[in-house]
């Protein structure tokens, strides 16, 4: 649609070893989706280890539970002015040699914020 788009950049939402435990984590797992992607068809490589509101990877939850509900969330709830603002789902694509590399520019349309 129309209308204009904003992003922000929040540095040092994560400290490196977080990023280093959230990565590890993220490249062991074995959940990740193959099926046609709804942007351009190509296989996903993606998994939601957070879907509906409630965790369904109790590894990841390890490593990403806090740095959510005590960064990422406080973070949105003050940028966006929507103290009730919540998580509904959390997303991870890979992005790996001999798979997918890329994914086309999209919106989020389903989303009110969109963290990435």
């Given at each position: 649609?129309?209308?204009?788009?904003?992003y922000?950049?929040?540095?040092g939402i994560a400290s490196p070893r977080e990023i280093t435990s959230i990565l590890t984590c993220l490249s062991e797992s074995?959940?990740?989706?193959?099926?046609p992607d709804n942007v351009d068809g190509m296989p996903t490589f993606e998994f939601y280890p957070f879907i509906k509101?409630?965790?369904v990877d109790e590894r990841i939850r390890?490593?990403?539970?806090?740095?959510?509900e005590s960064r990422v969330l406080p973070y949105i709830r003050g940028?966006?002015?929507?103290?009730?603002?919540?998580?509904a789902d959390i997303l991870v694509r890979r992005y790996i040699p001999g798979e997918r590399r890329t994914h086309p520019v999209h919106f989020d349309g389903?989303?009110?914020v969109t963290a990435v």
């Open positions: 649609g129309g209308g204009s788009r904003h922000h950049l929040a540095r074995c959940q990740y989706e193959v099926g509101g409630e965790w390890c490593v990403l539970e806090d740095i959510m940028r966006y002015h929507h103290p009730s603002c919540a998580v389903h989303a009110f």
